[in-house]
Every structure is written in structure tokens, then in C-alpha cells.
């Protein structure tokens, strides 16, 4: 039996049309039970908390409150059923040929399971479906083949077969070499622990990974191209990034079709896109991602779909926002998502929460609105483990330092500064940056008596770290917070926003 909130989050992620036909699907195909299964949809689909109790004393009446188990289990089943139909994928469509194909050719309609099987062929082979086409080829090709006792047939199965084996297992070579660099990248994130990037490096001078012609498949090259795009990230060479991810989208813009069946990796892929182009400050290209995306989340269908697009398109509005100063415009956007964040938030893993919620924070603070960047701080370190990524996990802590500094906080400020200073202690390799910038919190601003001398400490910082911020080794650390504009709006007494926005005009 299914767990009661099962049911009622599987109703609760269904859309309108989703739920229409469902119901149609219930007066079409149910004969026994359809009153009350659409009873039951419509008293869960009601509730905003699922309440088992209320349930059962809305139906006390009911003959089926005696089988209430039995009944909730065959709903929910009859729903899934109608969405496999609602929602027929590629796949289920060659499966759907294959299954006809095989009742045909048991009832001995050879030339008609022929017919379904040659379909299934081209529709495989138009969707690069490797394991559709072995199967095709080696079982119900064959199958036919012999029955008809047709050699010349046999032969070329035999010759396609073996094609479209070498064809998996190039992409099933280039998606393990992906995997290899994917679960490396999520690890470390942009963290320089010893043999990391040379263990990247390695995968990048394997010999697959030298020409992208000897990936064969839309597949193998789209990973390919994504495991470069993942080291340059790594590597922090976002010029390079972005040469990588546009290959990416044209390969998609070639194979249109391709995105109609997986549009979740396509948005996810644009996501990509705009990091290296905002990181290389191209902000008008940036931009112009951005409508991109909006126009691929407003075409979201269901409610995975909706999520997914709601993460990758606020996401990077509000990076958008902090990196070109538009704090006001970032804010308005937090507000206007509050109820999608609390639909959506649930079904987010860790890492997108952690991204997300560490650019509501940054929104906040470039707003002035410390209080509400210090909640969403708050929460990060409540809901998310901070070692998701070390990388994350070391910007969090020292932008926590920097926030309590603002508000007025030197209560909580020597402990949290002495904290991070036995977490940098722990860790295997320092950033320069965070080195010189725990010995300024730690040594040189405790030592400043008056407003002059804590400029003067600002500048001096903000003179050390310059240089960092172009070393290819230190400069990562800065895409997550501008410190430097931070420094300067302390040193001119300016606002970060005003800062920021000024920087920006320079590559508008």
C-alpha cells in the first residue's frame, strides 16, 4: 500500500490539464469505482495538508470507507495510468511498437508485426535510441528474419547491429568520461585541493576527449562538450566555458527535436550558458540568455518541469541583478516568487538551495536590508549542510563575518571570526585570499581605533587582494561576492549598490 501523503502530493503536483484528464480518463475507462475514486481526487485535492481524519469522516457514510486503503492505493495507480498517457514520451512510444509488434508476430501476423517493427526502427534510429535498435535488430528482426527464412535480411541485421552497438558504446564511453568530471566538479566546486585539478586534467588529455569527431552520437558529443565545459569552470577559464557551452545550445538548435523531448537538460544547459557569459561580464549577452530562459520557463507543462525552470531562470536573474547593482529590481523579484520558492522548494536538492538562497542573501544585502540577509543566512546554515562544496562552505562563512560587521554585531563577530579561523586551520589548502583576509579580520581591524584608520586598513586590503582577484589560481573565490567593491564602498563611502553599478556601466 502507498503512504496516504503519497497520494495527495502526487494530486497536488498535477496541473489543470493534468487533472482534467485524468477525470477524463476515469469516465472513459473505469466502469466499477469511478464515483468514488473522483470523490476521493476531489476531497484530497481540496486540502491544503492532508488530513487522513477528515478524509475518513467526510466518507463515514461510504460503503468503501470500510476498503479506504484499498481504494487510495487503486487511485493512486489509476492516476499514474493516466499520465503515462497524457504524458507519452519518445520512449514509451517505441515501447508501445515493440509490445504491438510482438502480440502480432505470437498471433502469427508476421508482415503486419513487420510493419510495427520497421516504425519502431525508424523512430529509434531518428532519436539516436541505441538500446531500442539493439533490441529491434537482435530479437524481433532476427526473429522475423528466420521465420521467413530470408539470409540477405539476416545479414544486414547483422552488419546494423554491430553499428549500432560501436554507437552505444560511444556514448555510454563519453557518459561515464562526463560522469567521471560531473561527480569531480561537485565535490570540490572551485576549491584548489592538491591533485583536483590534476585529476580533471587527466580526463580532459584522455584520448577521447581530443577531438569531438570521435564522439558519434548527438549524445556522446553533447557530453563532450559538457565535460569541458565543467573543467573550465573548475579550472575557473570562463572565456572558455562560454566557447563550450554555445557549442552546447547549436547542437540542440541543430536537433530541434532533441529539445521537445528533454527540454529539462536544455534550460539546464542555457543555465551553463549564462554563468560563463556573465562571469566573462558580458552583461547585454547575458541579458539576452536570460529572455531565453524566461521564454522556456513560461512554456513549462508540468510540475517538474515548472521547478526545474523556476531554479534555473530566477537563479540567474538575481546574479543578474547583484552583478549589475540592480539590488532594487532583485528585491521586487524575491517578493514576486515567494509563493513559487514554497511550491518549488521541496522538490530542490541541496546544492540548488544552497545557490539560490546564497543569492537571495547577496539581493538583500546589496539592498541595504541586512536583517533579511542575515535570515536567508540563517536558513542556509539550519536547512543546508555547509559542506555541501567547500567552496560554498568558505564564501558562507566569511560573507556571514562581512554581513554581522555591517549590521553592528561585534558580540557574535569574534566568535564567528575565531570560527572561521579554526575552519581555515582544518583545511588541507588555503587560498591566499583567505589567509590575507583572516589575518585583516583577525588582527588589523580589531587594531583601528577611529573611522580614518579602519579606511586605511580597507585600503591596505583592498591593495593585497587586487592582484588576486587576476591570478588564475586566487580569482575564483570572487565569483560569489564582490569584496572588492565591498572594500571600496567602505574606503569612498559609497553604497555596495553604487559601486557595483558604476563598475558595470564600464561593460554595458
Known sequence: MIASEDLFELIKSLSQTEKRYFKRHCSLNMRRGKNNCLAVFDAVESQREYDEDKLKNKFRHEKFITQFPVLKNYLYEQILKSLRSYHRSIHSEVKDLIRNAEILYEKGLYNRAKKYVLKAKEIARDHEMQWALLEISRIWEIKMAKKKHDMHWLKKIMEESGNEFELLKNTELYKNIELNMFVLYNIHGKERKKGYLAKMQKIIESKPMQNDKTALTFDSKLRFYNTYVLFMHGKGDTGQMDTYAKKIIALYQAHPHKIQTDLASYVAYLHNLFIATINEKKYSEAAAHLETMKREFLLSKNRSQKINHFYYYYSPLLVYYNLTGQFASAIQCIVSFKKQLEESESAMNMLEKTVLFANISVSYFGSGQYKNCIH????????????????????????????????????????????????????????????????????????????????????????????????????????????????????????FAEVVREKAKQYA
Open 376 to 495: 536567508w543566512l540563517n536558513r542556509l546554515r539550519d536547512e543546508v549542510s555547509l559542506t555541501i562544496r567547500p567552496d560554498f562552505e568558505s564564501f558562507l562563512r566569511l560573507f556571514y563575518i562581512i554581513v554581522h560587521y555591517e549590521v553592528g554585531n561585534m558580540d557574535l563577530l569574534i566568535p564567528l571570526i575565531q570560527s572561521f579561523y579554526r575552519y581555515l586551520k582544518k583545511k588541507e589548502q588555503l587560498y591566499k585570499f583567505e589567509t590575507v583576509i583572516i589575518h585583516f579580520f583577525r588582527n588589523e581591524l580589531p587594531e583601528t581605533d577611529n573611522q580614518k584608520e579602519r579606511i586605511q586598513a580597507f585600503q591596505k586590503l583592498r591593495n593585497k587582494l587586487l592582484p588576486l582577484a587576476k591570478d588564475e589560481y586566487e580569482k575564483n573565490v570572487f565569483e560569489y561576492f564582490d569584496y572588492i567593491s565591498w572594500l571600496e564602498s567602505k574606503i569612498e563611502n559609497k553604497s
